[in-house]
């Protein structure tokens, strides 16, 4: 995984899921939800999270789950309006 994570910023662990009763998937990067998951989806996401060995093999396959979120281009919050 070292030729993965070159800069070594899923050691943070900033990736986090939530299941619900039905299934549904939520995935958040620092405590902000950036993706959801349901169906089939959902079932191939939880059998790659089930088979991977440690954190670190969990953290890439939400890291790949989520693609290239970040572009530059998200507001940054201001107080507690987040729509600012």
Do not use: C, W
């Amino acid at each position: 995984m070292d030729h993965i994570d070159k800069r070594n910023r899923l050691g943070d662990e900033p990736f986090n899921f939530g299941v619900t009763k039905d299934n549904t998937v939520f995935l958040d990067y620092y405590g902000r939800q950036v993706k959801i998951l349901k169906g089939t989806e959902a079932e191939k996401f939880l059998k790659r999270i089930k088979v991977a060995e440690n954190s670190a093999e969990e953290q890439l396959v939400m890291a790949k789950i989520t693609g290239n979120f970040k572009r530059g281009n998200e507001r940054k919050t201001e107080g507690n309006n987040p729509f600012l």
